[in-house]
């Protein structure tokens, strides 16, 4: 982010931006920065809260008035909502334990099918709460398709086939797998009450879910498969770092 | 919550310790008033149109967010598994606070909204946006943007 700020202003526009981690702010000395002490994927604090956020966007961009930088600047106050004791978070739906097994192709794309069967009624309901609104839809696939493919490269590993039109597998095979993430995620925080978190939210589908066991499966393959495109997908981009525990290479 | 204070030692290490790249002097252009100034958001959480192409790992082009598009329509293709999502599913203002600056522009604290805002992904090395990003500049001059506020996520 300070990177784009040098180069932006170095052209004759003036920046201003949110740091979410400070030391890389005071390291790269962009010209304002407003260092905010929330968690990484809320740059402006909280869902739903537009005062807090109001206050958060005006305080980055008064930095603009300063005379002279670099510029910055610490936003103090915590998220709403960061120090509540959030226990309170439940899956809507109750699975079966995930499958122990992960050797027979169609077995798991039925668990697949039978886990998105029953998420499916709380995606909607999670979508129409918010007016429509949901990231699923990166890779253009339906969940069932996604499951199909999932269970081919469980089994079929670099020899599965990408079912999406000049798209190699293993990018076909990371717009799919987020995309099914975010429906199970979605599904997750259908019901209104009590605040969710992305670690418990984690910990229910990486630890309770077969999608879970079958990604940290296929994880578990990319990091020693010599398949190019898999392999730069494997340390960062299919198991979240939170998570990481659950595969055999951490 | 995973806070980054939160997370395992070694991790939080590589993150915050993580080799960054120089940029020498920190570059300095007087803006106008604030309250003058047409402002664009540009984000780096990999936001974009639902029609448009995801991103990919290493991507360092941009997509074009019109001010005019319905914002609860984008979509985030970032690739990193390593942040907090539910908080942007809710509330699209979460990481990319348009409404909120829709509000100042309102209200009166910047002059307004520029036409169009702009999202990278961040995960990508600098050095590979950097030639996107000063050409980027020429862009935002044409459409008489006097300020940006730069969103990471």
Redesign the interface.
Known sequence: MGGLAHYLEEEGIPTTQIALIRKHAEEIKPPRALAVPFELGRPLGAPNEPEFQRRVLRTCLELLARDSGPVLEDFLDNAPGADVDQDGWACPVNFAAPMDDISDQDLIRQSLEQEIALLRPWYEESKQTRKGRTNFGISGQTPEDIAAYLAEVVIAREDAKSPIAGTPPHLAFKHMADDIRYFYMEAAIARPDGQVTDLEIGNWLWGETTLGKVLVTIRDWAMETEEKGFKALAITAIVPTHQRHRTIHG | ????RE??DH?RDA???QE??E??D??????K??NE?R?AL?S?AGLHR?EDP?F??GAGDYRIIPDEYDM??L???H?????????????????F?I???R??ADEG??GSVAGRHFS?M?ATP?TV??PV??D???V??ADN?????????
Not at chain 2, 1 to 4: G, P, R
Not at chain 2, 26 to 31: C, I
Not at chain 2, 79 to 88: A, L
Not at chain 2, 145 to 153: F, Y
């Open positions: 919550m995973v806070h980054v997370m395992p991790l993150l915050i310790n960054l790249p940029y020498g920190t570059p300095w252009v007087t803006p008033p604030l100034c402002v540009i780096t639902r995801p990919t790992p609860d329509a979509i985030m293709s690739v990193s598994t390593n942040f907090d999502r539910s908080g942007f599913y809710q509330d699209v203002n979460t990481s606070p409404d909120r600056l509000e100042l604290v910047i990278f961040g600098p946006m950097e990003a000063r980027l500049a020429k935002l001059k943007v006097d300020a940006v506020a730069l969103v990471p996520v």
